[in-house]
């Protein structure tokens, strides 16, 4: 019993001819006639009183009637769904944050997004990177932006997109640092930190930056939440270092670190090249044409990059 048969079927007992059924759906009566009886022979029930004047349902055609016209409808609505869904005009996709992303104005592309694509529903998950990384792994996340290490990305994932992001030391506007721009790394032992602890990714980064250096750093607080750990600088508590951005963002008092202006990666990650998830690749698509980062985007052939570091936080 297939939707063809079904449909034929809907057609004569709607019509009640079999002559002005078969010109509906542009086919032969005889193509008709045969069509119904397969399904008759298929159901062992015969579904229509032939006379010669009309065509009437039996009662087991009454049955068949109202649950044809059902599943035809739902076969229309699935297919009008699924080509919603490939149209992007509708459907769903969840997106992973790394918790101090700043290299891009998400809300600025996600509003772009949702005036292009209003009938999309965008589900943020904010996350540590390793948190992330699972998530996508198990295909709860289609896409994610995640902080690296100097860990090499799992071969089941892509990196589709790269960025840069240069680190600065931020101090308390009283601090004895805070009538400088610059500072030597070397200059810092004497110093107490706030470490941002979330994982691995800015902690990882911050860590070997000072352990390449020979320095060994006195922390006095660690938090796994960045507005704290900013606020801590503030009241004179330790200095950090963190992204540029997340110091401007929150006026902060930064110094560039000397030398190298150490910066760490970022990077928007997937499992395929290409979402499978019609409104992932729209989003995609549409950070391609937003993106003015100094970061990667596609190479000439329109293949991501290859797989660089791995996640962090």
Known sequence: MDSRKLAHFVAVAELGHFTRAAETLHVSQSGLSA??????????????????????????????????????????DAQNSLKALSDCVAGSFTLGLVQTL??????????????????????????????LLTGVGNGQLDLAYVAMDSTALPSEFVALRNYAERLVLVVSDDHPLASRSTVEIMELHEYSFVDFKAGLGLETVVAELFT???????????????????????HGLGVAV????????????????????????????????????????AFLELTAETDTSSGTIYNAQGRPPSAGPALGS
């Open 212 to 234: 390449n250096s020979g320095i060994s750093r006195k922390v006095a607080f660690r938090t796994s939440e960045m507005d704290l750990a900013l606020a801590l600088v503030s």
């Open 102 to 131: 700043t290299v891009v104005d998400m809300p600025a592309v996600l509003a772009q997004f949702h005036r292009r694509y209003p009938r999309v529903e965008v589900t943020l998950i904010e996350a540590p990177s390793s948190d």
């Open 35 to 76: 069509s119904i009886r397969v399904l008759e022979n298929d159901l062992g029930c015969v579904l229509f009183e032939r006379t010669t004047r009309s065509v009437l349902l039996t009662a087991a055609g009454r049955v068949l009637h109202e649950h044809a016209s059902r599943i035809l409808r739902e076969i229309t």
């Open 242 to 281: 963190v992204p540029e951005p997340v110091a401007h963002r929150n006026g902060m008092h930064q110094l560039s670190l000397r030398p190298g202006n150490p910066s760490r990666e970022l990077a928007l990650i997937s499992r395929t090249a290409s979402p499978t998830n019609p409104a992932a690749r």
